[in-house]
Each structure stands twice: as C-alpha cells, then as structure tokens.
C-alpha cells in the first residue's frame, strides 16, 4: 500500500453537521481502499471500502469517494451524532496474495453534542 | 461464533523477561497477523501469516516471533522485552490478503517496566 497520510489528526464538529476525513496514498498500485473506526477502548472495525473501478460508494450517513489520480480518498459523515466520535484509519492496499494493508496513522473525530 | 480472541488482555513485563501473546480464530480464515497501536502511529504490522506453518515480517518486526502451528492460532513472542515494546498489540484474521476485511480481536495491553 505505500504511504498512507492522513490530515488532519483530529477533527470536531457540531453534532448534525458534516464531517469529511481525506487521505492520501503513494502507491498508484494500490487497488483498495477501506475505512475502520475505533471506538475508545475497543478494536477497529472496517466501516466501508471502495475498489478502484468504483469512484464513490455510499452507506446510510457514511460515503467514501475515491480519486485515483490525485491518489486520495476521502471519509464523508453526515448528520453527524454523538457515537460518530472514534479515531478512523484509512488504508491502503493491491491485491494478490502478498499484498497488506497499510494503514494511516488516524484522525480523531469529536461531535460536539 | 467468538471471531477473534487474544490472551491475556493486560500484562506488566520486566526489561528482560518474555512472554507470548495467543491469538485464537475461528472463522477458519487463512490470514493472521499482529499489530501494533502506539499513540500517533496509527496501526503497524509487526509478524503476518498467509496460512498454516508461515509466517512473514511486517513493518516492525524487531524484538518479535510469531509462529503458526495451527491455523486458528497465532503467537506472538517476545523473548527479552524492552520498554520501546509498550504498547497495545492487535491481532487480526482475514479470509483473504490485500483486498478483504481485517477481524480484530479485542487488544493486549502490554506495559514493558
């Protein structure tokens, strides 16, 4: 997967409001692009993923849009709530069977009530 | 179905001692691998195996050694802690490498004294 950047680090917003994530990535191999949100205390869990025949993808309130060849990709939240706050990690990776993750090092989310 | 568990959940070690963390899945996933989570670093692979009786080095791998006796489990060594090794250690299992959902299990809590 290469590099994988996020900005920023941390992000707030009013509960209601939108709130966009974005990536970037190095690799113009890579082919896979998924989103884990970790919960305080708990473990990351994948949220949504997009491959690179595809330039947007959507999921109730959450969407991830892809541009392959600025090499970035964002995280879109709507109507944020209060149980939107984690720290999300984008990543990065081809396919094939030595192909891995490589993940960005998070960005905190905070909804203010 | 557990999905994927790890033992202990916490542990203080000496500078010096060692000590093996255990991963358990049973999803009958081929993929296993060990992560890393240090404040601001996001999520790194130490070890990763492809299947039963492999293993592979990931991103940071120094200090560690894993072994894949059998393919639900997954061990993590470490033979001489160091302080540096603080940190909270993830594993994971996924059907496929690359382009497919990581399993996390719960997290280790290791504190290196």
């Known amino acids: 997967g290469g590099n994988v950047e996020q900005h920023p680090s941390t992000l707030s917003v009013q509960e209601g409001d939108s709130a966009v994530i974005k990536c970037t990535y190095s690799?113009?191999?890579?082919?896979?692009f998924p989103w884990y949100k970790q919960e305080l205390g708990k473990r990351p869990q994948l949220i949504i993923d997009i491959r690179s025949n595809v330039g947007e993808k959507k999921d109730q309130r959450i969407a991830v849009t892809l541009n392959k060849t600025a090499k970035h990709f964002s995280l879109h939240i709507t109507e944020t709530q209060p149980e939107d706050s984690a720290v999300y990690f984008c990543a990065a990776s081809g396919y094939g069977a030595n192909s891995k993750l490589t993940f960005g090092k998070g960005i905190t989310l905070s909804v203010r009530p | 179905n557990a999905g994927v568990t790890q033992t202990p959940k916490f542990r203080v070690l000496k500078t010096g001692q060692s000590m093996t963390l255990l991963c358990a899945q049973d999803?009958?996933?081929?993929?296993m691998y060990w992560y890393r989570q240090d404040p601001g670093m996001g999520l790194r692979l130490i070890h990763y195996s492809v299947g039963e009786g492999t293993t592979a080095k990931g991103e940071v791998p120094d200090g560690y050694n894993v072994s894949r006796l059998k393919k639900q489990n997954f061990l993590l060594g470490l033979e001489s802690a160091a302080p540096s090794q603080t940190s909270v250690y993830f594993c994971?299992?996924?059907?496929?490498?690359?382009?497919?959902?990581?399993?996390f299990g719960e997290g280790s809590r290791l504190t290196v004294l």
């Open positions: 999803m009958n996933h081929e993929y």
């Open positions: 994971a299992s996924s059907y496929s490498t690359g382009a497919g959902e990581l399993f």
């Open positions: 690799d113009s191999a890579s082919n896979y």
